[in-house]
Every structure is written in structure tokens, then in C-alpha cells.
């Protein structure tokens, strides 16, 4: 028999979700969507051949229900969604910071709820989805959340109490990436290069680094000791981060961000 999945509020986190899924081998007809704008809700049929439907509808046909509105938008599509969905269908959360005892609050007892927090590598493929069950979740639902998540990236289960941490590090953490990558172009700027070469020199560089990351098994600490020769360029760049506090402030930026997530799901603003 197959599954109806429906991806409730398809934007750019759905929708990268959705061509990652049909990319993986879902078929086009066991998909549905919806939409607020009818516009968008045609866009989805014509790239991807899925179904368009309203709330009600897909709360009614799918049995695995892919919640992706932002998170100011949940309360609301939840509100449409409660009166139709049946206590056997499985909610996934990819809303940032809503805890799940939000969404079983607002269904029917027993309803097994899994929380997802992915980030926007999500839309190449490489994303990093940290995934958590509430009360109700069962192996074989976190099972099937890992497999929808896996076609855009990793995955990683952990208790839903890590979910702040994870949201620091991983959630946030292509931002940091970035910004570092906007101040190394600074830094190639002062040197003397022109923006578009220095981009292109420290992007390689960080893809290179990440690939050797992720394939060598070498810890981080063997990996920059192998290009830091005794007093050559690379010590003097690190003793000046060292000097200006970086590994500090990166501690300090990511336990900020840790407990901003905690304050926005305790629904503080
Ligand atoms: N983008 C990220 O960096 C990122 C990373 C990790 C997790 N997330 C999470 O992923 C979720 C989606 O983020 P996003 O960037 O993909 O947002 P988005 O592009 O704004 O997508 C949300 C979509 O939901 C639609 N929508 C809102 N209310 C609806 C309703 N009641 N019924 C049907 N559709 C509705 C919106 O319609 P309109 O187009 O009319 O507004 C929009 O198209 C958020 O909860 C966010 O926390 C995002």
C-alpha cells in the first residue's frame, strides 16, 4: 500500500524537502502540498507533479503530515488542522523552537508527533536534520522521519532536550560559515585582492576544508597542525585569533543562540 505524504505549507524549506523526496524515488501521485497562495500551490503541481490540496484535505487523506509554516504560522494551520486529523497519523514538525507537546496539546490524545529541525543546506542536498519523538513516537516513526529527511542530507536522532543545543550549532550554523567567509573576503580585500578572486580563493578553501572534515576521520586539531609549520604563516594568523578571543567568542555566540531557542520555545519573544 503506499503512503500519502503531504507537505503542509510548502516554502523554500518544503519545497527543497519535497524535490529531495521525488529526486529519492517517491512518487509524484502519493505526494500532496499545500499552500496559502493559489499561485504557489499551481507552481508546486507544474515543477513537480504533486497534488495540491487544502489543510483539510490533506489532514484528512495523508498518513504522514509534514508541517513546514513558519513558526509564528503553526498555531493557525494547527487550528485548521485539528477538527480532521486522525490520532494514527504521523505530524512531523519542521518549525524551528515548537516543542512537541505543543502540537500534542492541540490533537487528539495519543497522536505521535516527531520534531525536526533541519537548515538550509537543505536546499543542495547537504542539510544537517536533528530529529527528536514526543511522547507517542515510536521507533518506527522516527524511522520514517530519518528516511523523508535523509533524501536532503544527514540526520541525527537525539533527545528532544538537545533540540536548543543542536539548533545552536547546526540550525544556525551555516550563518556562522558565512559570516566567516564574508570576513576572510574582508581580509583578502586589505591585502591587496579583488573581492570576486579572494571570494573564490576562501570558498574552495572551506569547501576543501569541510570535504577533508567530513572524509579523513583526522581530527580537526591533526588537520591545522599539519598546515602550521614551525614559525610559519599559519601560527601567526593563529596566535592573532587566539589573541583576539575567537575560540571564546564563537563558545559564547553559540550558548547565546542555545538560549534564544530556549526563550522562543518557551514562547517568549
Ligand atoms: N529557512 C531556514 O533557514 C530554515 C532552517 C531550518 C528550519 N526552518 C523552518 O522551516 C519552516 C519553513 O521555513 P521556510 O524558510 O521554508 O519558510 P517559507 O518559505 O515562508 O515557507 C512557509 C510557507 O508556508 C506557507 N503558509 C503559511 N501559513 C500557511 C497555512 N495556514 N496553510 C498553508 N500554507 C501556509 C507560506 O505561504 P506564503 O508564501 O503565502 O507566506 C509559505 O509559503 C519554518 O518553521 C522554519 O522554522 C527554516
Keep these: 500500500m503506499s503512503q500519502k505524504v503531504a507537505v503542509l505549507g510548502t516554502g523554500k524549506i518544503g ?4 524535490s529531495g523526496m521525488i529526486r529519492a524515488g517517491w512518487a509524484p501521485s502519493d505526494l500532496l502540498v499545500t499552500a496559502r497562495r493559489p499561485e504557489r500551490a499551481e507552481e508546486l503541481r507544474a515543477r513537480h507533479g504533486v497534488t495540491p490540496v487544502s ?3 490533506a489532514a484528512k ?3 504522514t503530515l509534514i508541517l513546514t509554516v513558519k513558526p509564528q504560522d503553526m498555531g493557525t494551520l ?5 477538527p480532521h486529523v486522525p490520532a494514527d497519523r504521523l505530524i512531523i514538525s519542521g518549525a524551528a523552537g515548537i516543542p512537541t507537546s505543543y502540537f500534542e496539546e492541540r490533537l487528539a490524545p495519543g497522536t505521535p508527533v516527531v520534531r525536526v529541525m533541519t537548515n538550509t543546506p537543505a536546499l543542495v542536498d547537504e542539510a544537517m536534520s536533528v530529529i527528536s519523538g514526543g511522547t507517542h513516537a515510536t ?13 536532503v542530507g544527514k540526520t541525527l536522532r537525539v533527545p528532544e532536550s538537545q533540540q536548543d543545543a543542536c539548533t545552536a550549532l547546526s540550525g544556525s550554523g551555516p550563518a556562522y560559515f558565512f559570516y566567516l567567509v564574508e570576513a576572510m573576503t574582508d581580509a583578502g580585500i586589505l591585502l591587496g585582492l579583488p573581492r570576486d578572486k579572494a571570494h573564490d580563493l576562501i570558498v574552495q578553501s572551506a569547501i576543501g576544508a569541510a570535504v577533508m572534515l567530513r572524509d579523513s576521520g583526522e581530527h580537526p586539531v591533526k588537520l591545522r597542525e599539519n598546515v602550521t609549520s614551525p614559525a610559519g ?5 593563529i596566535r592573532e585569533l587566539e589573541n583576539h578571543g575567537v575560540r571564546a567568542a564563537l563558545i559564547a555566540a553559540l550558548e547565546a543562540a542555545r538560549d534564544r531557542s530556549r526563550e522562543l520555545a518557551s514562547g517568549s519573544n
Excluded: R
Excluded at 15 to 18: D, K, M, R, S
Excluded at 78 to 82: D, F, S, V
Excluded at 233 to 237: G, N, P
Design 15 to 18: 519545497e527543497a524537502l519535497l
Design 55 to 57: 489543510n483539510a484535505e
Design 78 to 82: 494547527l487550528g485548521e488542522l485539528a
Design 233 to 237: 604563516t599559519t601560527i601567526s594568523a
Design 139 to 151: 521507533d518506527d516513526h522516527l524511522a520514517h522521519a530519518e528516511e523523508i529527511f535523509g533524501a
Design 61 to 63: 487523506t495523508a498518513d
